[in-house]
């Protein structure tokens, strides 16, 4: 494998499911990303890690919930989402300096019914 | 917050045309990168261009810091050019959050 992937690549949940999103780096970054891409709305930023902690958290509502558990691996655990969550979910990692380019994964593209 | 915007939103062109994008912002940056998205949402690096000008195959770029704007030209387009293009910044005084334009839509007729 080599990039940025993300898995599964398109997911279909209720509005009771508990699903997470899995996203591996192959490049040796230490900082990693999860951004939102919504019919018709620029991509959002919603969380950032760098160095497994968190350094931003973009007012995101709680039902998502994000994990780092090392530099290679993010996750973002779904619980009671609404159905205006459906979107596109996409990771990204970069070297973590200062403005350093950011290199994404393919998305999951996420169905909340 | 910084503003990005992108201009035109969206843009049609025949086979084997040039063409200019541009991307406004209204802040100082440290970071500037141009995307590609592709029909199955696969953001595909062009360019990472704080300031100055690049070039790869038929695409170049050009970013003028000092007066916060970044052009990316297409010669010779082909049909596998057409997607949405965005323009993304990381403010100056950020560290990593990118600031995404709305887009412009290239669709590139045979």
């Known amino acids: ?113 | 917050g910084i503003q990005v915007e992108q201009s035109p939103p969206d843009l049609i062109l025949q086979e084997g045309a040039n063409s200019t994008l541009r991307c406004n912002f209204s802040d100082s940056v440290n970071n500037l990168q141009w995307f590609h998205q592709n029909p199955w949402g696969q953001l595909i690096n062009l360019f990472y261009i704080p300031s100055g000008t690049k070039q790869n195959g038929r695409l170049s770029a050009t970013t003028v810091a000092t007066e916060r704007y970044s052009l990316l030209y297409i010669s010779s387009s082909q049909t596998t050019d057409s997607g949405v293009y965005f323009c993304a910044v990381v403010m100056l005084w950020d560290d990593y959050k990118l600031s995404f334009g709305a887009g412009t839509t290239v669709t590139v007729r045979a």
């Open chain 1, 1 to 113: 494998e080599t990039g940025v992937t993300q898995t599964p690549r398109h997911l279909v949940m209720g509005m009771t499911n508990k699903k997470s999103l899995k996203c591996e780096q192959h490049l040796g970054h230490n900082a990693m990303y999860w951004y939102k891409q919504s019919a018709k709305k620029p991509l959002e930023l919603m969380f950032v890690y760098s160095l497994e902690e968190r350094v931003e958290n973009n007012s995101v509502p709680s039902r998502f919930s994000p994990e780092c558990p090392n530099s290679s691996h993010l996750f973002l655990h779904l619980h009671t989402l609404q159905p205006e969550d459906s979107a596109l979910y996409l990771c990204a990692s970069s070297s973590g300096t200062r403005g350093g380019e950011q290199f994404f994964g393919p998305g999951t593209r996420l169905t909340v019914l």
